[in-house]
């Protein structure tokens, strides 16, 4: 199992800044993936950002350059620094890693971050 805590979220103004950060704790080391997806009201979870454990980055079309994803191995963490942040931004944001317990793929969410941009 693996446990997955959140923080970050909040309040910013449209062009505004957060940084969300996701500490894993528990079977840390099958994880191979680490990322962020985030649901707004009324839609589907949909794929922010995530990185691998060899550091290749994926982004959701609609960053558009305004994110970025990190990871710390040694601190088993994942931040997404998000700029230029857009009314549409505002969601509940997930952090996620995936990868193989005892020959088994698996997937872990945390319980959530609000990120409301408002002005």
């Known amino acids: 199992q693996v446990q997955l805590v959140e923080s970050g979220g909040g309040l910013v103004q449209p062009g505004g800044s957060l940084r969300l950060s996701c500490a894993a704790s528990?079977?840390?080391?099958?994880?191979?993936?680490m990322g962020w997806y985030r649901q707004a009201s009324g839609n589907q979870r949909e794929l922010v950002a995530e990185?691998?454990?060899?550091?290749?980055?994926n982004y959701a079309d609609f960053v558009e350059g305004r994110f970025a994803i990190s990871r710390d191995n040694a601190k088993n963490t994942v931040t997404l620094q998000m700029n230029s942040l857009k009314v549409e931004d505002t969601a509940v944001y997930y952090c996620?890693?995936?990868?193989?317990?005892?020959?088994?793929?698996?997937?872990?969410w945390g319980r959530g971050t609000q990120v409301t941009v408002s002005s």
């Open positions: 996620n890693v995936r990868g193989w317990w005892s020959g088994v793929y698996r997937s872990f």
């Open positions: 528990g079977s840390i080391n099958s994880i191979r993936t």
């Open positions: 990185i691998t454990s060899g550091g290749t980055r």
